[in-house]
């Protein structure tokens, strides 16, 4: 027990943690989209992510050669080059993403095939990609290249505001602000929200349930691309088994929010990364998981849909 | 038409077919001669017909009793909370973890054997079933998945940084359980303990049986179906959902307290999450809510990662594509449950 540092640290917790927070709510669209659309938990995605990361590494550190010995580069070079691995991730992601569908629930969903057999085939994905990845890398830790220099925006009330941490709070706020509007406002948007409510009524009305499910997936993996390219700037380094922890937390942000529903997402990521944080300073790391797993069923017990589960309802029946 | 065939062919209907024709003796015959077998399965090994089984590095006495056996009851126990009443647990390892642990510190600190120590692991993993069910149960199916998943990291959590059970180094020199009517279960014997694990999952087998037939079976095949419909026609769903984790979670105790006494070493490191993502998936591969599907599904999920260690870094990538063919092939598993009891279930899926 440490309470001090609520005093000393509380603002660059406070800031880390909506960082970190942030990049947790996007994973965890990858599990709250394909929830809402086919009640069923995309254990495959804690891979997709995994796969970002090493996305974002190959191409850093092989195709731009960022290596402590290898090249340098500066101004507007540096911006290109993340833009550059950001996209690379956000491919990479959705279509792996599109492909998990493919092979792990499709034919599965064609048959009509109970919840639990979808559940382990994709384990079985999981399991495949990321044994796949560990012999590839023959389970070695890589760390990734420094692209972009950390310096600091200057301290705010002993914050440290670092420009990687700043772009991993502005980045996921505005995808979020897209996903909204995109959800709400378009035909396509509107087509994924219809099925989450009735898949029988939005056949009925023409949709086409099959390419909503594969777009629910592809959107569920740029996201989760972004994420994947976000963690690897910020923490620079990824291993076979990232995915495992991330996945873990990003499910449990989902499931605090309220499962299903994008804004649950997103404030249960926020309310995860921040209590981590302090968790993480006050009790010692090694009980950070043990308190937000309780924090969870707490939760759970009074509001028993998650922190914003009164809109899922709504939108269900 | 070959893959159609395959489609239809339901083994489980064929079995209980050509069961039902059978009389009182020649099922008890069938039974004892199936027995015979199973009991002689240690010496396969060294019998030249069978000696395919042989697996590399570890001997296949020792791989009969963990992974197959150990595997075989912790997916009876399973088949309890997600077969029989439909429950998803993505904890389970939890309550295997308290056994274990149970074993392990109270035959190092008080000095007793397995057999005393026995009730009290089964009683502990009772009390923590209790402890989380009681909350948990309350929550919709999906939310139920999560809580559980999240026990089964606290318990393994807390084993890792308590001083009791000595961190990530575990607790070693467990004794082995004590010589009982000349059975010998010590590193020499391996099939000694084979055959103990073989009546332990008789025993889990003839209560399944049991309940199946009784009230609560039939209360958890309501709930199972459909728990609105279930509660409205008066049944207490929340207790019997109760009782069948906490049975559940007796059976895993008890595989803990025995593996404990058998690998006489433990550590946080031997109960993590994809343990209970093995025994669910020898559950769901095998067949859910049929014991012997579960059997099946467990014993070849269990010798599977042993079998082909020759191929030993790409091991679990095989069993991964295993997983997937499979459940696109047979999605109800190998051996599934009645049909009758199946297409009932459409609906409430």
């Known amino acids: 027990m440490n309470f001090s540092v609520l005093t000393s640290q509380f603002w660059s917790l406070a800031f880390q943690g909506l960082a970190l927070g942030l990049i947790y709510s996007l994973v965890s669209l990858g599990y709250t989209m394909v929830y809402g659309v086919l009640r069923l938990i995309n254990f495959a995605n804690s891979e997709v992510f995994m796969l970002g990361t090493f996305a974002t590494f190959y191409l850093e550190s092989y195709v731009f050669d960022v290596t402590t010995t290898g090249k340098q580069y500066r101004g507007m070079q540096v911006v290109w080059i993340l833009l550059a691995s950001l996209i690379a991730s956000m491919i990479v992601c959705a279509v792996v993403a599109m492909l998990v569908e493919v092979v792990a629930y499709r034919r599965l969903r064609a048959r009509g095939a109970n919840k639990l057999a979808s559940l382990i085939s994709a384990i079985g994905v999981s399991i495949f990609l990321s044994e796949g990845m560990r012999i590839i890398t023959a389970s070695k830790p890589l760390a990734s290249p420094r692209v972009l220099q950390k310096w600091s925006f200057g301290t705010?009330?002993?914050?440290?505001?670092?420009?990687?941490?700043?772009?991993?709070?502005?980045?996921?706020?505005?995808?979020?602000?897209?996903?909204?509007?995109?959800?709400?406002?378009?035909?396509?948007?509107?087509?994924?929200?219809?099925?989450?409510?009735?898949?029988?009524?939005?056949?009925?009305?023409?949709?086409n349930?099959?390419?909503?499910?594969?777009?629910?997936?592809?959107?569920?993996?740029?996201?989760?691309?972004?994420?994947?390219?976000?963690?690897?700037t910020v923490y620079e380094n990824t291993v076979y088994k990232v995915g495992f922890t991330m996945g873990i937390a990003?499910?449990?942000?989902?499931?605090?929010?309220?499962?299903?529903?994008?804004?649950?997402?997103?404030?249960?990521?926020?309310?995860?990364?921040?209590?981590?944080?302090?968790?993480?300073?006050?009790?010692?790391?090694?009980?950070?998981s043990v308190t937000v797993f309780l924090v969870l069923v707490l939760v759970l017990l009074f509001k028993p849909n998650g922190l914003f589960g009164e809109a899922v309802q709504q939108t269900r029946t | 038409m070959i893959m159609s065939i395959f489609k239809d062919f339901n083994l489980r209907d064929q079995g209980a077919h050509i069961w039902a024709g059978w009389n009182r003796t020649v099922r008890?015959?069938?039974?004892?001669?199936?027995?015979?077998?199973?009991?002689?399965?240690?010496?396969?090994?060294?019998?030249?017909?069978t000696s395919f089984l042989n697996t590399p590095i570890t001997s296949f006495q020792n791989v009969l009793v963990y992974p197959i056996g150990m595997f075989v009851l912790m997916a009876l126990g399973l088949n309890i909370v997600v077969g029989k009443s439909g429950l998803l647990d993505l904890g389970y390892v939890a309550f295997f973890a308290i056994g274990a642990y149970s074993q392990a510190i109270m035959s190092t600190t008080l000095g007793w054997n397995t057999w005393e120590i026995m009730p009290f692991g089964i009683a502990f993993a009772m009390l923590s079933g209790l402890l989380l069910g009681l909350p948990a149960l309350r929550l919709r199916g999906d939310y139920l998945a999560i809580i559980t998943m999240g026990f089964g990291e606290i318990v393994r959590l807390v084993a890792l940084n308590i001083n009791i059970t000595n961190g990530s180094e575990g607790i070693p020199g467990i004794p082995n359980p004590p010589k009982i009517l000349g059975f010998n279960f010590d590193l020499m014997h391996p099939q000694d303990f084979f055959w103990l694990v073989l009546v332990m999952i008789l025993l889990v087998i003839w209560m399944i049986r049991r309940f199946t037939v009784r009230r609560p079976g039939r209360a958890w095949e309501a709930?199972?179906?459909?728990?609105?419909?279930?509660?409205?026609?008066?049944?207490?769903?929340?207790?019997?959902?109760?009782?069948?984790?906490?049975?559940?979670?007796?059976?895993?105790?008890?595989?803990?307290?025995?593996?404990?006494?058998?690998?006489?070493?433990?550590?946080?490191?031997?109960f993590k999450f994809d343990v209970s993502i093995l025994i669910l998936a020898c559950v769901v591969f095998g067949g859910i809510g049929n014991i012997w599907g579960v059997i099946l599904g467990a014993s070849i999920l269990a010798y599977l990662p042993d079998r082909i260690r020759f191929i030993s870094d790409a091991r679990q990538l095989v069993f991964g594509l295993v997983l997937i063919?499979?459940?696109?092939?047979?999605?109800?598993?190998?051996?599934?449950?009645?049909?009758?009891?199946?297409?009932?279930?459409?609906?409430?899926?």
């Not at chain 2, 509660?231 to 049975?247: A, E, R």
């Not at chain 2, 063919?325 to 009645?338: A, Q, S, Y």
């Open chain 1, 156 to 207: 705010i009330a002993g914050a440290d505001i670092r420009i990687d941490t700043v772009l991993a709070i502005i980045i996921p706020i505005i995808v979020f602000v897209i996903l909204d509007r995109f959800v709400t406002k378009t035909r396509l948007g509107k087509s994924i929200r219809a099925v989450s409510m009735s898949e029988e009524n939005s056949k009925l009305m023409g949709i």
């Open chain 1, 209 to 232: 349930i099959n390419r909503v499910i594969t777009l629910t997936f592809c959107i569920g993996g740029l996201t989760t691309g972004i994420a994947a390219f976000l963690y690897t």
């Open chain 1, 250 to 288: 990003a499910f449990t942000a989902a499931v605090l929010g309220g499962i299903g529903n994008l804004r649950g997402a997103f404030y249960g990521g926020l309310a995860l990364g921040i209590l981590e944080q302090y968790a993480s300073a006050i009790l010692g790391s090694q009980w950070k």
């Open chain 2, 28 to 49: 008890t015959i069938f039974v004892l001669v199936v027995l015979g077998v199973v009991c002689l399965l240690p010496f396969a090994a060294d019998w030249g017909p």
């Open chain 2, 223 to 270: 709930i199972r179906q459909d728990e609105d419909v279930a509660s409205l026609m008066g049944v207490n769903t929340l207790v019997y959902k109760l009782w069948s984790f906490v049975i559940g979670a007796a059976v895993g105790g008890a595989a803990g307290v025995l593996y404990a006494s058998k690998v006489m070493v433990i550590s946080p490191d031997m």
């Open chain 2, 325 to 349: 063919i499979m459940m696109n092939l047979r999605p109800d598993g190998l051996l599934p449950r009645k049909k009758r009891e199946k297409i009932t279930e459409k609906g409430a899926m």
